[in-house]
């Protein structure tokens, strides 16, 4: 476990972590130009972390697990923090809500299936990357709205908040539908072995 933690992607995984509460702390005392900048090195990270497990061959299960939660958490509290401020328009707080009731909702259910061994394994659909796509260029727009009052940055910033809305429910309608006709092939295969 320590040698898959001392892994260079690992410890680009974990200094993201770290620039959560400074990217927090810059947004509430209305730094928004270090919130972007932090965020945008945060981005990096996410993705030099990815092409060194690749390039090194250090891929690690402890990487697979710490990487999607790494980015959960930076995405998730830069929606809730922004919403918080109330210096975001009120879309972004509906985004909020939406993001946080999908996740915790496919939480919950991943658990429970996992838990229960009717499902192992669960893969991030097309609809579901999109959507954090969305998510993570609607939040350096944010920012950058903050920082910039151009017209474009707005047009582009609402256009994004839509369509993580969009993007939320369809991707957690299809995580639904998804894990019910997984499960009921689970059954009827089940049901065919004791035949």
Known sequence: MLRQIKSTPNLLTLL????????????????????LGLFIAAGIS???DGLLARLL?????????LDPIAD?????????????T?????????ATVLVFTRDI???????LLYVTGAMKLFR??????ANTLAQIVTVPLV????????????????????STIALTVISGVHYLVQVAFKLRHASARAADSRK
Do not use: N
């Open 124 to 129: 991030p659909s097309l609809f579901g990357k």
């Open 57 to 65: 061959h250090q891929r690690t299960l402890l990487g697979q697990y």
């Open 46 to 48: 996410d993705g030099l």
């Open 16 to 35: 993201r972590l770290i620039f959560i509460p400074f990217i927090v702390i810059s947004v509430v005392e209305h730094h928004y130009g270090w919130a």
């Open 72 to 84: 959960k958490l930076l995405l998730s509290t830069m929606f809730l923090v922004l919403a918080i």
């Open 143 to 162: 920012l950058l709205d903050q920082v910039y009052k151009a017209p474009w940055i707005g047009t582009a910033k609402m256009f994004f908040i839509y």
């Open 105 to 111: 909702m496919i939480l919950i259910v991943c658990t």
């Open 86 to 94: 109330h210096h975001v328009d009120r879309s972004l707080v509906v």
